[in-house]
């Protein structure tokens, strides 16, 4: 504190300096925060499991046991979430699990890129 913050008191006491009014909080619309959306993995009966798994790994980073529970996840019930988040970025991510392509072991048996879908998470 520099000399001209502090006054001196009459009887030689020191006064604390002045405290500022607090900023007002705005009383309009606060930012809207975005609705969830879940990456979707569907099972897949051509694509060996060990590519799905290799795929999930290089898309989420997940460790190979999170990634194997999540594709047996898919493959015993149907379908799996694998991710959740912003729309813009499920989307990126649904791009990219598109993009790594099937497995070249089981593509001349008719293998597609592994089937993903994007679907608003409920409230």
Not at 18 to 28: D, L
């Amino acid at each position: 504190m520099s000399a001209t913050d502090v006054a001196q008191a009459p009887e030689g006491r020191v006064q604390e300096p002045s405290k500022q009014a607090a900023p007002q909080k705005r009383t309009g619309s606060q930012p809207k925060r975005q609705p969830p959306y879940s990456v979707v993995l569907h099972n897949d009966p051509l694509n060996t499991m060990d590519h799905v798994v290799s795929v999930l790994q290089k898309v989420f980073h997940y460790g190979r046991f999170k990634a194997t529970w999540l594709m047996l996840k898919a493959h015993t019930t149907g379908r799996c979430i694998v991710w959740s988040g912003t729309l813009e970025v499920a989307e990126l991510k649904a791009d990219q699990i598109r993009s790594a392509g099937p497995d070249p072991a089981m593509k001349m048996h008719g293998a597609t890129a592994l089937s993903v879908s994007i679907e608003p998470l409920p409230n």
